[in-house]
């Protein structure tokens, strides 16, 4: 299948991200996979999405990217890639689609603190009706299996947490440092095995973790969080960059291992 690629403007990032992740687009702009954007309309809402197909024989499992903090950026459709590298379907929607000037998302915002901020006002019921169209779209793609997993990083990792509880259709979570919804009412709804990656140094999320496991033991549900230890938040971009540090390349590797067995579970 032929290759699509749309360029996108490159998201400018804290000063301790910088510079704008070009060794992740440098990377994903050789890949040998089938990458394309297309518009997941629900309501009166158009979210764009980036999708990678894996190059399989056989129908394939399907995951929903969330992104960072710092919106769809360059490392983030670079990892959706790398899933489909392993073998899944992945997708990977702009939650920030419609919030910029003239309607567009993360690209047109221009990074940084307006990314930040066009994120914290999302209306968390948005969000929700946004990431189910999504999962409803891929899973109904004629390649895929029907079978949805989630799995998100930071801010997305939160959000990946809370999307397990508002759908039940979803096989598997896979939030990466973000922290669980703390309501027992809301942890009650979860229908799928919730399964968490942290970074050691990253006590700001990882003070969250003891609640998270006492309220998913209590009603009944399965969550397995693993820790690394000398990791810093965000290790999984982080681990991927060229000046990563030992802690953080290393937590990356087992966290990317130990994600993909996970997977091949479902």
């Not at 699509?4 to 991200?17: E, G, K, M, Q």
């Not at 079978?147 to 397990?164: D, E, I, N, S, Y």
């Amino acid at each position: 299948m032929k290759k699509l690629i749309i360029p996108v403007v490159a998201a400018l990032f804290t000063v301790a991200n910088a510079p704008a992740q070009d060794w992740a687009k440098a990377r994903l702009e050789k890949s040998p996979r089938h990458l394309e954007w297309v518009k997941v309309k629900h309501g009166n809402r158009e979210v764009n999405c980036f999708i990678a197909y894996p190059e399989v024989k056989e129908k394939a499992t399907a995951l929903v990217v969330i992104h960072e903090i710092f919106g769809l950026s360059d490392w983030v459709r670079g990892v959706t890639d790398q899933f489909a590298e392993a073998g899944y379907i992945a997708i990977a929607p702009d939650l920030l689609s419609g919030t910029a000037p003239g309607g567009g998302g993360t690209a047109e915002l221009g990074g940084g603190d307006a990314v930040r901020k066009a994120i914290s006002t999302l209306p968390p019921d948005q969000v929700t009706a946004d990431l189910n169209a999504v999962a409803d779209y891929v899973a109904k793609l004629p390649a895929c299996n029907g079978k949805v997993a989630v799995g998100g990083f930071c801010w997305g990792g939160g959000q990946t947490f809370r999307f397990a509880t508002n759908n039940r259709n979803i096989k598997a979570a896979f939030p990466f440092y973000g922290t669980g919804p703390d309501k027992e009412e809301d942890i009650g709804r979860i229908n799928c095995p919730v399964y968490g990656f942290y970074g050691g140094n990253d006590e700001r999320v990882n003070a969250t973790i003891s609640k998270s496991t006492d309220l998913m033991k209590k009603a009944g549900k399965t969550y397995e969080p693993v820790i690394y230890e000398g990791a810093g938040h965000g290790f999984m971009r982080a681990g991927e960059a060229p000046d990563a540090s030992d802690a953080n390349k290393k937590a990356r590797e087992d966290a990317w291992k130990r994600l993909k067995d996970l997977l091949k579970k479902f």
